[in-house]
């Protein structure tokens, strides 16, 4: 005796062939499969990441795992998490790197670094008006070679990658 589950005709092979017109059955998979996938998401619908270094009681060596990860200096790490480098001078490569070690995409990562840059507490200490001043930003490539910390065969690396 054959019993059938109610709402179970849904899922019999007739009905996937019915609903999708093609002959060839890896094609019928893919299109069920697409079917049950939430639609993708873009960069605009992303949630926003709300920094570059993890926050948590032990905060120094994410970041530097971060970093290693990366393959630059913790200091130019906090660079770019202050948004003190331009983003669209930061390397794909990086942004992709960046977001593996951050569990999100790299246009987060990107969409993070657009935003208004960082303006430390102290340099707001003797201005009248709180409005700060529109902070400047460094090139990626002029960063990697400000940045003391980065061994030299990351810093040419970073800067044939700039190139």
């Not at 054959?2 to 009905?15: C, D």
Request: glycine share 4%.
């Amino acid at each position: 005796m054959n019993r059938v589950l109610p709402g179970a005709e849904m899922y019999s092979s007739t009905k996937i062939w019915s609903t999708h017109k093609t002959e060839e059955p890896e094609k019928i998979g893919k299109a069920v499969v697409s079917d049950l996938l939430p639609p993708a998401r873009t960069a605009q619908e992303l949630p926003p990441i709300y920094g570059l270094i993890p926050v948590g009681d032990d905060r120094r060596s994410e970041a530097i795992r971060v970093a290693e990860a990366c393959g630059i200096s913790p200091m130019l790490l906090t660079r770019l998490h202050r948004r003190q480098i331009a983003a669209d001078t930061v390397p794909v490569l990086l942004l992709e790197r960046l977001g593996k070690a951050l569990n999100c995409t790299a246009a987060q990562v990107f969409a993070y670094l657009q935003q208004e840059a960082d303006v430390p507490s102290g340099a707001m200490y003797r201005r009248y008006t709180r409005v700060a001043p529109p902070a400047e930003r460094l090139a990626f490539e002029q960063a990697v070679t400000s940045s003391p910390d980065l061994p030299d065969e990351f810093r040419e690396k970073w800067k044939t990658i700039c190139r």
